[in-house]
């Protein structure tokens, strides 16, 4: 449905008589530049929303530092923030919302993008976020995605064996690796860790990629856990997954020696019921961590502050 606002409605009656008479006028010489309009889907709701909701506070932030710098070439950059709610239904509706704003980009923070990936593709639209929703990233069709992070998962990779020196370092000889089903990143993250950890000359005591998204219920993950000797933990779930897992496993009496989270560590786990569970372990970053303040974790500090 087309609809002229009120606003508009009364600019062209007043245009209109001027028009009448012969008038015209110049079109104002510093007239600025249409602005450029940048989706950012991620999870709001839903399960995935305890590791991604409050993740547009990074996006507006960065947004609004290069508007106050002129914006790109006197465009202002419109940001719109769309809610896929972890959902693999309304992924395809999030995406396809997107295009129909008419953005110029999309960025991605959703675990769910690959399902709706061809959305984008087709309509020739750049693509650029996290990588951890699946292996499309600088893969063929998809020369329209660009990750921030890692690049491609593409299962043909080798797998890092970085984690699996971090494991054996602090005494782990038995791994634990965990993965989402319907994530194909996840899975696949599960799968590389346990190839890495056997190569390295470990034991893979559980390698689980059928967990529900989001699940936090872990009694018999951690009773299998515990039958099969695990003392080495690297789950690629979201945060809410990872600590309960974490739980469980101490509850259910299983002494790890090596624990390896791949989201990250945030603030929010301090006051958690998990914090107590998580110490002695590791997280890893993707970028710098304000605790080791440089000139860029301050820039980053201040515009996420203001």
């Given at each position: 449905?087309?609809?002229?606002?009120?606003?508009?409605?009364?600019?062209?009656?007043?245009?209109?008589?001027?028009?009448?008479?012969g008038?015209?006028e110049?079109?104002?010489?510093?007239?600025?530049p249409?602005p450029?309009k940048i989706?950012?889907i991620?999870?709001?709701?839903?399960?995935?929303a305890a590791?991604n909701?409050?993740s547009?506070?990074g996006f507006?932030?960065?947004?609004?530092?290069q508007n106050?710098?002129?914006?790109?070439?006197g465009?202002?950059?419109?940001?719109i923030?769309?809610d896929?709610?972890?959902?693999?239904?309304i992924?395809?509706?999030?995406?396809?919302?997107?295009?129909?704003?008419g953005?110029i980009?999309?960025?991605s923070q959703?675990p769910?993008f690959?399902?709706?990936?061809?959305y984008?593709?087709?309509?020739?639209i750049?693509?650029?976020?996290?990588y951890?929703?699946?292996?499309?990233?600088?893969?063929?069709?998809?020369?329209n995605?660009?990750a921030s992070?890692?690049?491609?998962v593409?299962?043909?990779?080798?797998?890092?064996?970085?984690?699996?020196?971090i494991l054996?370092q602090?005494?782990?000889?038995?791994?634990g690796?965990?993965g989402?089903?319907?994530?194909?990143?996840?899975?696949?993250?599960?799968?590389?860790?346990a190839?890495?950890?056997?190569?390295?000359?470990g034991?893979?005591?559980?390698l689980d990629?059928s967990?529900p998204f989001?699940?936090v219920d872990f009694?018999?993950?951690?009773l299998?856990?515990k039958?099969?000797g695990?003392n080495?933990?690297?789950?690629a779930?979201?945060?809410?997954s990872?600590y309960?897992l974490?739980?469980a496993?101490k509850?259910?009496?299983?002494k790890?020696k090596?624990v390896?989270?791949?989201t990250?560590?945030q603030?929010?786990?301090?006051?958690?019921p998990?914090?107590?569970d998580?110490q002695?372990d590791?997280?890893l970053?993707?970028?710098?961590?304000?605790a080791?303040?440089?000139?860029?974790?301050?820039?980053m500090?201040?515009?996420?502050?203001?």
């Amino acid at each position: 449905m087309n609809r002229i606002m009120p606003g508009v409605i009364l600019a062209i009656a007043l245009v209109l008589p001027v028009a009448a008479i012969g008038l015209t006028e110049p079109a104002p010489a510093s007239a600025s530049p249409a602005p450029y309009k940048i989706a950012y889907i991620t999870d709001l709701t839903g399960p995935g929303a305890a590791e991604n909701s409050s993740s547009p506070a990074g996006f507006d932030a960065r947004i609004a530092q290069q508007n106050a710098a002129g914006g790109v070439n006197g465009h202002k950059i419109v940001p719109i923030v769309i809610d896929d709610q972890t959902s693999p239904s309304i992924i395809t509706t999030a995406v396809q919302s997107a295009i129909s704003k008419g953005v110029i980009g999309i960025v991605s923070q959703s675990p769910l993008f690959f399902s709706a990936a061809k959305y984008p593709q087709q309509a020739g639209i750049p693509v650029t976020g996290s990588y951890s929703d699946g292996p499309e990233w600088g893969e063929q069709p998809y020369t329209n995605m660009f990750a921030s992070d890692n690049g491609s998962v593409d299962p043909k990779d080798p797998a890092n064996t970085l984690l699996s020196k971090i494991l054996q370092q602090h005494g782990g000889t038995v791994l634990g690796a965990y993965g989402y089903g319907i994530s194909p990143s996840s899975a696949r993250a599960a799968i590389g860790t346990a190839e890495a950890f056997a190569h390295a000359g470990g034991k893979v005591g559980v390698l689980d990629t059928s967990v529900p998204f989001g699940s936090v219920d872990f009694t018999s993950a951690a009773l299998t856990g515990k039958q099969k000797g695990i003392n080495a933990l690297v789950p690629a779930l979201d945060n809410d997954s990872n600590y309960a897992l974490a739980t469980a496993l101490k509850q259910a009496g299983v002494k790890l020696k090596a624990v390896v989270f791949a989201t990250g560590y945030q603030p929010s786990v301090v006051k958690s019921p998990a914090w107590a569970d998580v110490q002695g372990d590791y997280f890893l970053s993707l970028f710098r961590p304000w605790a080791l303040p440089n000139a860029g974790t301050k820039q980053m500090q201040a515009a996420m502050e203001k």
